[in-house]
């Protein structure tokens, strides 16, 4: 059953455009100066399909969502895909549960900001995070205890090689920290069109989350607005608002390693924030803390630096080469492997270089 507030909350407006040589500097929450040799923007899953009849897909292409994980070191000599699809609409619901289907161009805070407006529950810890609907099965996006994985329902997307229509269980989407099918197997192979959520009508909190609770205490009543509210004050006080100073959030993932190598860590210095994972034998580290305790935090090299108030976020300070901040981020992972042992992979997706 289509209906509802949710359908008439976006005018759909079609819009297809194929650029030659476009600039993304504005397209990555990084800022960095970069050109795609073409750029193909869609706002219908039919216009990809379409294209994908008429066209032979290039050997390099990108497909882009809000650019918040792209670190560009150089032009991208490719095809840029850029599936600007909107829309959120109530799919279906059921007697605990409204079925949410948002276009992967939808900006994933409006979607977070709707869905507390309806007083929809379980993506309230996942307030203000940057990027777009699209990338968030890709990803598996977190914050304050909570995963994208918890509340995706469907994946809905088109096969590049066939122009297809396909569709994942969030089984399918074999989710795992920061991690997903379509960053492994599937990688590239397919353009995510619309996510479904699958959202409470009778929310249960998630307060565990660090001074998470605290907040919500100081704002007054446990409710999903205040949660809400709450995770955007945590996180506007930690994190640079890359409209201001460039930034693409964690630049690392947090390292999960042996347990035994974890144990020497949190034996010989005090306070180490540590977290269990489901796997068995493994721990999972803060990168952030790693990255401070080398006294990276608050560095500055020209126009790259990190971030004073949280060491995982690498920054552009303006006018910053991809390959800068690149720079940056090897002498960071050298310098950790050095002191601890322990290997930080990025979470941002380098392009070019
Ligand atoms: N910490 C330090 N120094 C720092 C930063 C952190 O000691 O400079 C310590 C903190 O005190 C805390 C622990 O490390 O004990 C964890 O810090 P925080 O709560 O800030 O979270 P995080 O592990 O650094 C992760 C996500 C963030 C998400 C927050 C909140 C990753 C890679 N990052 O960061 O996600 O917002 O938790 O849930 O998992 C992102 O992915 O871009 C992102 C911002």
Known sequence: MYFSIFACLFILKKMIRLLNNYELTTYNTFG???????????????????FLQREKLPEKYLIMGGGSNLLFQSDFDGLVIFPNI??????????????LEAGAG?????????SVHYGLGGLENLSLIPG??????VQNIGAYGVEAKDRIHLVRAIDLATGQRLEFTNEQCRFAYRDSVFKNELKNKLVVTSVVFKLDKFPEFKL?????????????????????QAVINIRE????????LGNAGSFFKNPVIDAHVAQQIIDNYERVPHYQTPDEGKIKLAAG???????????????????A????????????????????????????????GVKLMPEVNIIGG
């Open 237 to 244: 006080s930690k994190l640079p608002d890359p409209q201001k």
């Open 32 to 50: 960095l100066r970069a050109y795609a040799k073409r750029f193909f923007e869609f706002t219908e899953s039919e216009e990809l399909s379409i």
């Open 132 to 137: 777009k609907v699209g990338a968030s099965p």
């Open 309 to 340: 108030d949280q060491a995982l976020v690498l920054v552009n300070y303006g006018g910053a080469k991809g390959s800068e901040l690149v720079q940056l981020a090897n002498k960071i992972q050298t310098s950790v492997f050095d002191k601890f």
């Open 208 to 228: 565990e989350y660090g001074a998470l609770k605290q907040e919500v205490e100081r704002l007054g009543e446990v409710n999903l607005v205040n949660i809400r």
């Open 106 to 114: 939808v900006e994933w805070d409006e979607l977070v900001r709707l």
């Open 86 to 99: 909107p829309g959120v609409v109530e799919e279906h619901e059921d007697r605990s549960f409204t079925y």
């Open 289 to 307: 803390w790693l990255i401070e305790q080398c006294g990276w935090k608050g560095y500055r090299d020209g126009n790259v630096g990190v971030h």
